[in-house]
């Protein structure tokens, strides 16, 4: 005896066959173009563009670890490329206590936020072609080891870098490739 769970009724397969007859049309409705690379032999440039962009120097630690990480996602090749681009990064970091031991009064945990304010100039022109934003905020432990706080909060500041650098870089990457 078969259950009626997986009784044919006769008419399923063709509401199946109904459901998956408008695939096929939809199919030419989706374009997917990949950012970095090319498909089918045309190349647009993105990667050549992506090297032409110099970073400017950023002030204080925080921004000497963005500006590595930024010229790395931007020209990791190391090629000499003469530049087209200026990136200006400006930063604004604070400290918040977000945890606090209930007994004791001291923090437990802290975060490092970072506000990024980016431009992308033209060597040519001193009007921006893309301005922008990009925030991140990475928490770490606190202890009673002072050192050991003092690190922590040091790779949460190299976590933001690292974050921001791919925020940025992706602004950039998108602006540049719908300019011809």
């Not at 500006?67 to 990791?76: Q, V």
């Not at 209930?102 to 304010?117: E, F, M, R, Y």
């Not at 202890?143 to 650098?165: K, P, Q, W």
């Amino acid at each position: 005896m078969s259950s009626p769970r997986f009784a044919d009724t006769g008419t399923s397969w063709l509401l199946r066959l109904a459901a998956l007859a408008p695939l096929p049309l939809l199919a030419g409705c989706i374009t997917v173009q990949p950012l970095y690379g090319s498909w089918g032999g045309t190349d647009d440039g993105l990667a050549d563009k992506l090297q032409a962009v110099a970073v400017a120097p950023i002030s204080s630690r925080l921004g000497h670890y963005l500006g590595d990480d930024l010229i790395i996602a931007l020209n990791g090749t190391g090629a000499q490329v003469p530049a087209k681009y200026h990136l200006i990064v400006t930063i604004q970091e604070t400290s918040q206590t977000p945890l606090i031991d209930t007994v004791t009064g001291i923090p437990t945990g802290s975060s490092v936020v970072t506000t990024a304010n980016y431009q992308l100039v033209p060597v040519a022109g001193p009007e921006p072609i893309l301005k922008g934003r990009a925030f991140v905020a990475a928490s770490y432990d606190r202890t009673s080891a002072r050192f050991a706080d003092v690190r922590a909060a040091r790779d949460a500041e190299i976590r933001d870098a690292r974050v921001l650098a791919d925020q940025i870089r992706t602004q950039v990457a998108a602006e540049l490739a719908t300019r011809t």
